[in-house]
């Protein structure tokens, strides 16, 4: 039987690399209003763009959705691209609610 390699996908995952855990790096950070949020308000995996346009991966597509902060470097993308504007990018330190 061939083995598989678990690191080959069409799917990143966030890792520890050279860089560390890069959330350390970003000045602003998404918080998800899981009331607008479709996935959330349907509970089933639906819309999902946060998760698909995410370029690190870090976006968790769970009911509800998550955010990897231990990764995450606040490009805002998935706030731009949620078309609920269920996540809004606050500076680093602000209370999350």
């Known amino acids: 039987m061939e083995k598989r390699d ?3 996908t069409a799917m ?12 350390d790096w970003r000045d602003m950070k998404p918080v998800i209003d899981q009331s607008k949020c479709i996935p959330a308000i349907k509970n089933r995996a639906a819309c999902l763009l946060c998760w698909l346009y995410c370029p690190d991966g870090v976006v968790i597509p769970t009911i509800p959705v998550g955010i990897d902060l231990e ?6 993308i998935c706030a731009e691209e949620c078309p609920a504007k269920a996540i809004t990018m606050v500076h680093e330190g602000a209370k999350n609610e």
Do not use: F, H, Q
């Open 6 to 8: 678990d690191n080959i």
């Open 12 to 23: 990143c995952r966030p890792a520890v690399g050279e860089a560390g855990k890069t959330g």
């Open 71 to 76: 990764y995450c470097k606040g490009c805002g």
